[in-house]
């Protein structure tokens, strides 16, 4: 096994990065009155809330790279899958078949 970093956990360890920093910016934002507070008590969910929105759009467009990443490696790991489920399959018919030959 290779000591390269699995492309799925740097994509979501950036994914999470993005979106803490979003979160401290609008954290931010907020206590300085630059983006208006949530109503009562809804301030921590507002901030979480406007965080999600603005990190969605911007790592679509940041992460594209690694994204890609990602997929070529599970779309390979996936087809490595499907050639041993049909080497044990093939291996199943062969005793099947030998099975039947000699009985």
Not at 32 to 40: K, M, N, Q, T
Request: aromatic residues 6%; charged residues 20%.
């Amino acid at each position: 096994m290779s000591l390269k970093t699995s492309a799925t956990i740097r994509y979501t360890a950036m994914r999470l990065g993005i979106f803490v920093g979003c979160l401290v910016a609008v954290a931010g934002f907020v206590r300085l009155g630059w983006v208006p507070a949530g109503l009562g008590d809804a301030n921590v969910a507002w901030v979480v809330l406007l965080a999600i929105v603005i990190s969605a759009p911007l790592s679509f467009v940041l992460l594209r790279k690694q994204r890609d990443e990602m997929s070529t490696q599970i779309s390979g790991r996936v087809a490595g899958a499907k050639e041993r489920l049909a080497a044990n399959r093939s291996q199943e018919d062969q005793a099947d078949d030998a099975a039947r030959v000699t009985s």
